[in-house]
């Protein structure tokens, strides 16, 4: 027995409940006329039909009342006062060896692309560059299927 979260549940936690492959939840899925994939995440109804299959009892979760909605003034509503200023980020991303490091080395000056191994960033890296009296937050990501 286990209980069933109001949003559904990924086949690979459903999975883990089961202790069975999440292939064959798929399967299992796919013979009742429902396609989904091993990442998808699947509604209470297929949740249950899975566990009947393999004679599991389920329990749907109960709302939580306690939960309260969270509201935040206006952005109209704030005085010039009020507002921070921040510096924007901005990602750096693409395909191995395309040059996103090279350019960041370009505007702040430095040669990290240099001692990277093979000239291939191999690590997410953040720089804060201050420019015309602003700064400005870079990430710079790599590019290979390693990440």
């Given at each position: 027995i286990f209980e069933i979260p109001e949003e559904g549940m990924?086949?690979?936690d459903l999975a883990v409940e089961l202790?069975?492959?999440?292939?064959?939840?798929?399967?299992v899925l796919f013979l009742n006329g429902k396609m989904?994939?091993?990442n998808q995440i699947i509604d209470a109804e297929s949740v249950t039909l899975v566990a009947e299959h393999y004679d599991v009892e389920v329990l749907e979760k109960e709302s939580d009342d306690a939960v309260v909605k969270v509201?935040?003034?206006d952005d109209k509503d704030m005085g010039d006062g009020d507002m921070e200023t921040r510096p924007p980020v901005v990602a750096i991303m693409g395909h191995v060896d395309h040059g996103k490091t090279s350019l960041l080395d370009r505007l702040r000056k430095s040669r990290v692309a240099e001692g990277e191994a093979g000239?291939?960033?191999?690590?997410?890296?953040?720089?804060?560059i201050n420019v015309k009296d602003h700064w400005i937050t870079f990430l710079d990501t790599p590019g290979h299927e390693a990440f």
């Open positions: 990924a086949i690979s202790a069975v492959d999440p292939t064959e939840i798929v399967k989904a994939s091993v509201t935040f003034e000239g291939i960033t191999q690590s997410i890296g953040a720089y804060s």
